[in-house]
Structure formats: C-alpha cells, structure tokens
C-alpha cells in the first residue's frame, strides 16, 4: 500500500467543508475543483445583481487563468506541474463564455497549442460561491 500525502491552501472554506486541495497516492495525484482565489479572496468576482445572480460573464477568463495558477502551485508541492496532468474537468456557469476563452487560456496554461490532456466542458447553475464562474478539478499522473 503507497502512502498518501494532502495539501491545503489554508483557506476558511476546506475546514468549513471538510477536504483537502490535493492528494497524492501512488504516482497519482488528484486536484480538488480549483476556484479563482488569492488566500480567502475570490479574484475577479462576477458582478451579481440584487437577488445575487450573476448579470455578466465577462470575467470567465480571468477566473480560469486563475483556477490553473493555482493548480499549478498544488502541482509543484508534489514535484509536478501542469505537464502531467491527464485529465481535467471545467465547471462552468456559462457554456459559450467559456468557449470564448478556453482554448486560449488553456493552451497557454499547458504551454502548448495542443495540450495533451482529457478534458470535459460542464455546465452547472451554481458553483460554491455565487459570484464564481469556473472550477477545474485535475488528475495528474507522475
């Protein structure tokens, strides 16, 4: 049996639900939905209007960039990186405000015009926080 190993960011939000960022097992390592957050603070937040519904889209892209940046840090603590990723997963609230982004973003995250990883798009009405638009969950292998 191989040993497995837990990292966590420190943010309010794992220990109030009760997870961890990643886990390695074995030469695996399995990523948590990364959201767009700098420490407890959600970076570029959808604007909402007073019901708390977002009303505009436009910040999907700089949300993304942020979900893989934060990924990527997870990845180094383990020795890996985004190159090994082999699967990932976007949560999204809006399916063509991401299509007007991904391919760029993700392309530039994975360093290559053809990133070699499984991917599903997935459209979802909420996500864990109203004003977030995206979450990436990523499997790498080493």
């Known amino acids: 049996m191989s040993a497995t190993r837990t990292e966590n960011f420190g943010v309010p939000w794992e220990e109030a639900y009760g997870y961890v960022q990643a886990v390695k097992r074995g030469d695996t390592i399995y990523v948590s939905g990364q959201l767009a957050h700098n420490g407890p603070e959600l970076v ?21 960039r ?4 934060n990924a990527e840090a997870l990845l180094r603590r383990f020795g890996a990186s985004l190159a090994d990723v082999v ?3 976007l949560y999204v609230l809006d399916i063509d405000a991401a299509f007007d982004v991904a391919g760029p ?5 994975y360093g290559r015009d ?12 909420r996500l864990a926080f109203p004003a977030q638009l995206v979450e990436i969950k990523l499997t790498a292998r080493m």
């Open 114 to 125: 053809d990133p070699q990883v499984a991917s599903t798009l997935v459209g979802t009405p």
């Open 66 to 69: 942020r979900s893989y940046t």
């Open 105 to 109: 973003i993700r392309k530039a995250a």
């Open 44 to 64: 570029a937040p959808a604007p909402l209007d007073e019901n708390g519904k977002v009303i505009d889209y436009g910040n999907m892209g700089e949300q993304m």
């Open 87 to 89: 699967e990932e997963v």
